[in-house]
């Protein structure tokens, strides 16, 4: 099953909860057992799974990622968005998470989050589930 | 299939080697071809696929680790871990593996690692199983 | 399914773009609906989705590794190249790919890249194809 999420970003640093929207997913298809891809299909941005409850961890991780990857640096790539590139490679493009009876898999502290590194934009995530025989 | 390992961590920073126990849950599991999802439910620890041979690299990685990312700075996030949230992004909340021929496919050098940020706690991972039918 | 990629990289830092092999790997396997990992079984090299068509992002990416994990320091690991290995913590020993209509879905400026961080040497990427029953 496939469902594609979309979201509006307005700054350049940017986080948005997903795992709500996830949930909904998961519980709609109706898939006991397997696995729920969340893949950003963009070069600026990505999936993060971490801390979902005090907004000043993701304030943190945005004002680490910006003291070691500066936006203004003497890059090569003539779009300017370099640090926003790199981020998301440290990040990562995708979560696998795990659907178990029914339900997706989130730690109680975790959050399935997008962070958008170059906005504002529009956005979209695209979600997998797979369904296991065993 | 679903499986749970624990662990105990004693101190702020450890390495667990969970590559054993998961080639033990695949051979368990029956499982010919698929994939292998090793996730961890927390938001300071990661799950990491690297060197299993020196110790060494593992000291090395925590170092390199503790200087991009101090433990003490000027963070938001009054619990006072913040760089355990960085360092678990930076190095992945779940790695995925392939199961080929009923066995779970890690490199000759590597080793699947639970990494502890913000020891000592007690841990768990969560494993699933996925069957392909291809 | 199950593939072996293979290629002989000549620098110690390189990138190859594997994005055409893979889906020619997706393409072969007749699989409609799954998963595709795409997984690095070497300990200093990682497999990437990001940027695909200006080089000069792989380069700036590249060089921001080489200045927050200098190749020369003083590391423990006698064998010289934990720079490598930490590179390939941060950028990832895989990437999960959703194939959805028999293609494999990748982003409009994505790229899976083989990201080689202690070249030259002869490598391999493994990559399983899930197909799944939903």
Same mark, same amino acid.
């Given at each position: 099953m496939v469902?594609?999420?979309?979201?509006?970003?307005?700054?350049?640093?940017?986080?948005?909860?997903?795992? *709500? $929207?996830?949930?909904?997913?998961? *519980? *709609?298809?109706? @898939?006991? &057992? =397997?696995?729920?891809?969340?893949y950003c299909p963009h070069t600026t941005a990505a999936v993060v799974v971490n801390e979902g409850y005090d907004p000043a961890v993701t304030r943190d991780v945005t004002d680490v990622l910006n003291r070691l990857i500066p936006w203004q640096a003497s890059y090569r790539h003539a779009e300017g968005n370099t640090a926003a590139?790199?981020?998301? @490679?440290?990040? =990562? *493009?995708s979560q696998t998470l795990a659907i178990v009876? =029914?339900?997706?898999?989130? =730690?109680?502290?975790?959050?399935? &989050?997008?962070? $958008?590194?170059?906005?504002?934009? &529009?956005?979209?995530? &695209?979600?997998?589930?797979v369904e296991t025989t065993a």
């Amino acid at each position: 099953m496939v469902a594609k999420l979309t979201l509006r970003t307005h700054a350049r640093d940017e986080v948005h909860d997903l795992t *709500a $929207e996830l949930r909904e997913v998961v *519980a *709609a298809s109706g @898939i006991r &057992q =397997g696995l729920c891809l969340v893949y950003c299909p963009h070069t600026t941005a990505a999936v993060v799974v971490n801390e979902g409850y005090d907004p000043a961890v993701t304030r943190d991780v945005t004002d680490v990622l910006n003291r070691l990857i500066p936006w203004q640096a003497s890059y090569r790539h003539a779009e300017g968005n370099t640090a926003a590139h790199l981020k998301a @490679i440290f990040c =990562g *493009a995708s979560q696998t998470l795990a659907i178990v009876d =029914g339900r997706l898999v989130v =730690g109680a502290w975790q959050a399935v &989050q997008f962070y $958008e590194f170059d906005g504002p934009r &529009q956005r979209e995530v &695209q979600v997998t589930l797979v369904e296991t025989t065993a």
